[in-house]
């Protein structure tokens, strides 16, 4: 029994290996495009998934709202617009930031130099209030309501951006939509590649083919190695385009990190993992549908 | 007819009433009824187009019927499911004029390819291969291509391969077309050797000399229909022969 499986796997496996190298530009190409699909398919998912976190991030952060003070504003004052601002029903918290402790947070973002804080001279920071939202509806109106205050200063009022986070939904909308696309097609295109790859082994056995029919061969002991050929071509194709976003994630995000400062790109390695084992699945899925589209119509005499 | 029923006495292969038109609208077989008894020796006459070589895939299931039915050792054909068919064809040797044998592989390759393929027992593979090689008169040209052996050479190792399954069934279609007389009378000498162990043969030929001294049953067709089928009978009918 086991000798009969050794002998099945064996001729599988021996002829799906001459079959990839007897058509060699065919099986190499139907490699490529299945590589370049994963690709795609690792990066797009990646991408996304950081966009994803920014988009997080930022939300978090935009439910606070910095109301930046004129310098000359007494410390009375300010306490008196503090309480007004607690008292709005729409307002959950109010944190007033003085002069020294804004001056200590901008000391202390990752991305600026000793050199840059030392170069300003005179705390040029204003003190602010920095008001969190129940909701971030809300804020706009808040904005809108507190730039008439005498106390607040002019340039600038607040730190209100609205348009920040509906551009990066836009673009992770834009990003997904655009890279699905490209995928659908690029795998429309490997599994015809691939296919054709089978279809080409089967031409090349004919004869082989002929004579198993005629000997009494089950339809599966014929199909067998175009079915392992597909998987081949598939997972070569998996494995060299995990192994190039397996090792490129973590480069690529500290790059990002040091190009966009102000942006917080994030390395996942648990996302990471998932995607990979998604594009080795993807990887076998095109291998084994192509060939499985190549066998069923030309083995069916 | 259920296959406990069958003994000796049925017959190994049965049409009834069979008919078959191809796609394109050939009628190639029209009605054709005939019994194989098992260890029968037949030849199958008749011209060309006649409808000799759509008989044999229909033997082997190559075709379908269109009509009637064809039964091979108590199995009925039509009824056989597509996963069936290897058994069928395991019970059944066959060999062509073209040999069809695999370029690349060697002698003792070609005819152990028939069990590599179909999950026969390997442990016996190589007793198997030389018992056969040798009933063919092949031993020591295991290791030979086949472009490395003459047509009569090929046709046996062709003939060896059929016979790895102890077919109970040889069907030749024209074997000996490719091949000199004396050759021809050498393939011939084996597939009686074969029929005298005990298996039914059934060899289409336009081979007239072999036929006419062999004197064995032959079913003569023409235009799909049996135009004759007769106990050492001749290549051509009997009226035909008188007038010469
Ligand atoms: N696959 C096919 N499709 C359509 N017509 C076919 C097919 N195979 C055979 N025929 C036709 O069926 C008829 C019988 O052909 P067949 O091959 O059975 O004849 P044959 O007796 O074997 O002839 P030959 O002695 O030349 O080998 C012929 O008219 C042939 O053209
Ligand atoms: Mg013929």
């Not at chain 2, 370029?103 to 390997?122: H, I, K, M, W, Y």
Request: proline share 4%; no cysteine; hydrophobic share 50%.
């Amino acid at each position: 029994m086991l000798r009969r499986i050794w002998n099945r796997a064996e001729f599988a496996a021996s002829s799906a290996w001459q079959n990839f190298w007897r058509n060699a530009t065919v099986s190499v190409a139907g490699l490529l495009i299945v590589w370049v699909v994963l690709l795609a398919l690792g990066s797009l998912l990646l991408g996304l998934h950081s966009l994803d976190e920014v988009v997080n991030v930022e939300k978090s952060r935009a439910s606070v709202i910095s109301i930046f003070l004129a310098d000359s504003t007494p410390l009375s004052s300010a306490m008196d617009f503090k309480a007004h601002l607690e008292r709005d029903p729409r307002v959950s918290a109010v944190t007033f930031v003085t002069k020294d402790q804004a001056m200590e947070k901008f000391r202390q973002m990752p991305a600026l130099s000793p050199e840059v804080v030392e170069s300003l001279g005179t705390n040029p920071l204003p003190a602010s209030l920095d008001v969190t939202v129940h909701d971030i509806r809300d804020l706009a109106a808040i904005d809108k309501e507190v730039r008439a205050s005498p106390l607040v200063d002019k340039s600038p009022a607040t730190n209100y951006e609205p348009s920040v986070i509906d551009k990066i939904i836009l673009l992770a909308r834009v990003a997904g939509i655009a890279g699905l696309v490209l995928i659908i097609a690029l795998t429309a295109l490997s599994i015809f590649i691939i296919m054709l790859t089978i279809r080409t082994a089967i031409y090349l056995r004919r004869k082989e083919i002929e004579v198993m029919k005629l000997v009494g061969a089950t339809d599966w002991f014929v199909r067998w190695p175009f079915i392992l050929e597909g998987i081949m071509t598939g997972g070569a194709g998996a494995i060299l385009a995990v192994a190039i976003v397996g090792f490129g994630y973590r480069p690529a995000v500290q790059n990002l990190q040091s190009v966009l400062i102000f942006v917080p790109f994030f390395y996942d390695p648990n996302f990471l993992r998932v995607v990979l084992a998604a594009m080795l699945a993807f990887g076998m899925f095109l291998g084994v549908f192509g060939s499985y589209l190549g066998v069923r119509r030309f083995l069916h005499q | 007819m259920v296959s406990t029923m069958v003994s000796d006495a049925t017959p190994l292969i049965t049409f009834q009433n069979v008919s078959k038109t191809y796609p394109n609208g050939t009628e190639a077989l029209r009605e054709v009824s005939l019994d194989v008894p098992r260890q029968d020796f037949v030849f199958l006459v008749g011209p060309s187009g006649a409808g000799k070589s759509t008989l044999v895939r229909l033997l082997i299931r190559e075709e379908r019927a269109t009509t009637g039915k064809i039964f091979v050792d108590g199995q009925e054909l039509g009824r056989l499911k597509r996963r069936q068919l290897p058994h069928l064809r395991r019970k059944i040797g066959i060999v062509f004029q073209d040999f069809k044998l695999l370029p690349n592989l060697t002698v003792f390759q070609n005819v152990g390819f028939a069990v590599r393929v179909t999950d026969g027992e390997l442990r016996h593979l190589k007793p198997k291969v030389e018992e056969v090689l040798s009933i063919v008169g092949l031993d020591g040209k295991e290791k030979k291509f086949p472009d490395e052996l003459s047509g009569g050479e090929q046709q046996r190792v062709a003939i060896a391969r059929a016979l790895v399954h102890d077919p109970k069934i040889f069907l030749a279609d024209e074997p000996t077309g490719n091949l000199d007389p004396a050759t021809s009378w050498e393939i011939l000498q084996l597939l009686l050797q074969i029929n005298a162990r005990g298996t039914t043969v059934l060899m289409a030929t336009h081979n007239r000399e072999i036929v006419d001294v062999m004197r064995r049953r032959v079913i003569a067709i023409e235009s799909g229909r049996i135009a004759r089928d007769e106990d050492a009978g001749g290549y051509h009918a009997q009226a035909n022969l008188e007038s010469r």
